[in-house]
Nanobody, 122 residues
Framework: QVQLVESGGGSVQAGGSLRLSCVASGYTYLLGWFRQAPGKEREGVATIYAGATAYADSVKGRFTISQDKAKNTLYLQMNSLKPEDTAMYYC????????????????????WGQGTQVTVSS
């Protein structure tokens, strides 16, 4: 069993920055950040495993995913935030290699955090 606890959300103005954190207990192989805005489906934002990262086109160049394995913590540095980045952000984990599973599909992940709200005002 893996438990994930996110923190770091908040309210910022457009152009601002936030850093989200996710502390994981238990072994994880694949980690990702997802977000869900009201009335929309949950979408993948960024993933990391075996040192490789991937980003949704909408956040490339603005968001950076990283992890501190010594602290079992996953981060999402978000810069140049836009109002359309407003959503609940979730940390997700999978304890086994993804093989051919799509990295940005919520179904690929087995464990989820409770979410942290990010609100960007114009």
């Amino acid at each position: 069993q893996v438990q994930l606890v996110e923190s770091g959300g908040g309210s910022v103005q457009a152009g601002g920055s936030l850093r989200l954190s996710c502390v994981a207990s238990g072994y994880t192989y694949l980690l990702g950040w997802f977000r869900q805005a009201p009335g929309k489906e949950r979408e993948g934002v960024a993933t990391i495993y075996a040192g490789a990262t991937a980003y949704a086109d909408s956040v490339k160049g603005r968001f950076t995913i990283s992890q501190d394995k010594a602290k079992n913590t996953l981060y999402l540095q978000m810069n140049s935030l836009k109002p359309e980045d407003t959503a609940m952000y979730y940390c997700a984990a999978r304890p086994t290699p993804p093989r051919w599973a799509p990295l940005f599909s919520p179904n690929t992940y087995n464990f989820w955090g409770q979410g942290t709200q990010v609100t960007v005002s114009s």
